[in-house]
């Protein structure tokens, strides 16, 4: 009995992450706005947490990886998750990670300086991320017509991410929209010139949306909350101390390919957050049926799927307003 009592003190002395430590599996992406939630890989330990994490081509990539039960947790655009959710998978948006994140990036030998400029243009996007839809509401703004196809106002070019410099370099399209850190990558090479940064219409700043599993927030509350505070806790060592931010993302994430000039230019367009609100998500959500991003036959009332309280409890532990 001695002996017993005796290793069941050592046991509860014993650092977290030292006992065996709850398997999380995160989606996200590679840019450089995503760094905060990449960096939990390299602390949740302490929170009896191994994180482990894959990254995607584009956040609507995740979704089937998520209803095939391979993903918990998942860093997308909020467009991808409102698409998601509208197919039917069971995710809750729990929380924001950043702002912002994307620029309308024209060629430097262009004489386009205005979106009404796009006309009679190619405009080079990623399907299914942020950027298509902060594209199209510009375009729509500015009552221009669009199509993958020739015959309206604007020509879009769907293409990857990572396709779209090189795209715009070679002269293959006339504009992007782009995300960070590759659209300051443009810029900073000298190929591409910042056209605008689409915020300007009533979606404003995209919040890029942390997104949780009904699973995992329903039957698993106790990791949830760990991994919310880990989440936090990241975030805010990110915001505090730039120079950890840099060098994980410049170093770690993206292997020193891009410079600290672009990291500093993209950050400055995609601050790290916490925050997420419903009428954000509602907003985006209806642009994306105005504009038919996503193709949803039932759009989902963000009320009934924004989930924050995860959010409000990690912040209050670690004394963040």
Request: hydrophobic share 45%.
């Amino acid at each position: 009995m001695a002996k017993v009592i005796f290793l069941f003190a050592v046991i509860s002395v014993l650092p977290f992450k030292v006992l065996a430590e709850d398997l999380v599996r995160v989606g996200n992406l590679k840019f450089a706005h995503y760094g905060a939630i990449s960096y939990m890989t390299e602390i949740c330990g302490k929170y009896g947490l191994k994180v482990q994490e894959r990254v995607f081509a584009k956040g609507i990539d995740i979704m089937p990886a998520i209803i095939a039960g391979e993903i918990d947790v998942a860093a997308s655009a909020a467009d991808a998750a409102i698409a998601g959710r509208a197919s039917g998978v069971p995710i809750f948006a729990v929380a924001g990670f950043a702002k912002g994140g994307a620029r309308i990036v024209v060629g430097t030998d262009t004489k386009i300086n205005s979106v009404k400029d796009l006309k009679g243009k190619k405009v080079g996007v990623a399907r299914g991320g942020a950027q298509e839809l902060l594209t199209l509401a510009e375009l729509d703004k500015e009552k221009l017509t669009w199509s993958d196809k020739p015959g309206k106002d604007v020509q879009i070019v769907y293409m990857a991410f990572a396709d779209l410099n090189q795209a715009l370099q070679s002269k293959n399209i006339d504009a992007m929209g782009q995300s960070e850190p590759y659209s300051s990558q443009a810029i900073n090479k000298g190929f591409g010139k910042e056209l605008l940064k689409p915020y300007d219409t009533p979606m404003k700043e995209p919040i890029r949306t942390l997104v949780m599993t009904e699973k995992m927030y329903n039957t698993q509350k106790p990791i949830a909350e760990r991994f919310m505070r880990c989440f936090v806790e990241s975030t805010k060592t990110f915001i505090e101390k730039p120079e950890i931010a840099e060098k994980f993302v410049v170093e770690k994430m993206f292997k020193k390919q891009i410079t600290s000039q672009d990291y500093k230019d993209a950050i400055g367009n995609s601050p790290f957050s916490y925050d997420l609100d419903v009428e954000h998500i509602q907003i985006t959500t209806d642009y994306m049926q105005k504009l038919g991003v996503g193709r949803m036959k039932s759009p989902p009332k963000a009320a009934d799927w924004v989930k924050l309280d995860l959010l409000a409890d990690a912040k209050k532990a670690l004394n963040i307003k």
